[in-house]
């Protein structure tokens, strides 16, 4: 049972959903008035790009033998697709959703790309941090940053991504993906690399 959960949680948190869970919640507490052509326009693409493209790239990477499955577990497995993921991430930056649109998401999606940037330096380094950690890691500062800048009340959104950044964490730890260290420092990763955009836009 602990096993199924685990597997449920780790695809439920999968990084590549991310961007898209980040931009649903911008969406839910924005207080500025957003058309629903525009949220569509946002989102579709979005899902497309971080989503459909990445899944169907690690699918021919493994195909043609560059990837051995489709957990990377390890190092050298890594760096092609999160090439990809980070190329594309920039199509989103400079394609989707520019700065005047809404500069909440470009700093989100920025703080993306250099949490990649993190993970990829690593790769190439020969050591391995937990993506899914890095991405739940993100997306917990984007809410307390969003908090803070629309002064709304959002504990208990807070504590839910809290409490999902534990149990993905036991989950990476149970399925025995990652040890201790590659998980805090994806969790940490993902944190800073928000925290740092931070004061561009709060």
Same mark, same amino acid.
């Given at each position: 049972?602990?096993?199924?959960?685990?597997?449920?949680?780790?695809?439920?948190?999968?990084?590549?959903?991310?961007?898209?869970?980040?931009?649903?919640?911008?969406?839910?507490?924005?207080?500025?008035?957003? +058309?629903? +052509?525009?949220?569509?326009?946002? =989102?579709?693409?979005?899902?497309? =790009?971080?989503?459909?493209?990445? =899944?169907?790239?690690?699918?021919?990477?493994?195909?043609?033998?560059?990837?051995?499955?489709?957990?990377?577990?390890?190092?050298?497995?890594?760096?092609?697709?999160?090439?990809?993921?980070?190329?594309?991430?920039?199509?989103?930056?400079?394609?989707?959703?520019?700065?005047?649109?809404?500069?909440?998401?470009?700093?989100?999606?920025?703080?993306?790309?250099?949490?990649?940037?993190?993970?990829?330096?690593?790769?190439?380094?020969?050591?391995?941090?937990?993506?899914?950690?890095?991405?739940?890691?993100?997306?917990?500062?984007?809410?307390?940053?969003?908090?803070?800048?629309?002064?709304?009340?959002?504990?208990?959104?807070?504590?839910?991504?809290?409490?999902?950044?534990?149990?993905?964490?036991?989950?990476?730890?149970?399925?025995? +993906?990652?040890?201790?260290?590659?998980?805090?420092?994806?969790?940490?990763?993902?944190?800073?690399?928000?925290?740092?955009?931070?004061?561009?836009?709060?």
């Amino acid at each position: 049972m602990m096993r199924l959960l685990s597997k449920i949680l780790t695809y439920v948190l999968h990084p590549l959903l991310i961007p898209v869970y980040g931009v649903l919640f911008y969406f839910q507490m924005t207080p500025k008035y957003h +058309a629903e +052509a525009f949220r569509a326009g946002n =989102l579709l693409p979005l899902f497309i =790009l971080t989503v459909i493209i990445p =899944l169907v790239s690690l699918l021919i990477l493994k195909n043609l033998g560059m990837v051995r499955n489709m957990l990377l577990l390890r190092a050298t497995e890594r760096i092609y697709p999160i090439l990809i993921f980070l190329g594309l991430m920039l199509m989103v930056l400079f394609r989707v959703i520019p700065n005047h649109y809404s500069p909440e998401i470009y700093f989100f999606s920025l703080g993306i790309i250099l949490a990649g940037t993190a993970c990829l330096v690593l790769a190439l380094l020969g050591k391995v941090v937990s993506l899914h950690m890095a991405g739940i890691g993100s997306l917990l500062m984007f809410m307390v940053a969003l908090s803070i800048h629309f002064e709304k009340n959002i504990v208990l959104a807070i504590s839910l991504c809290t409490l999902g950044s534990g149990l993905l964490a036991s989950a990476r730890l149970y399925l025995r +993906a990652h040890g201790r260290a590659a998980v805090l420092t994806g969790w940490l990763i993902g944190l800073l690399s928000q925290l740092m955009l931070i004061r561009f836009w709060l």
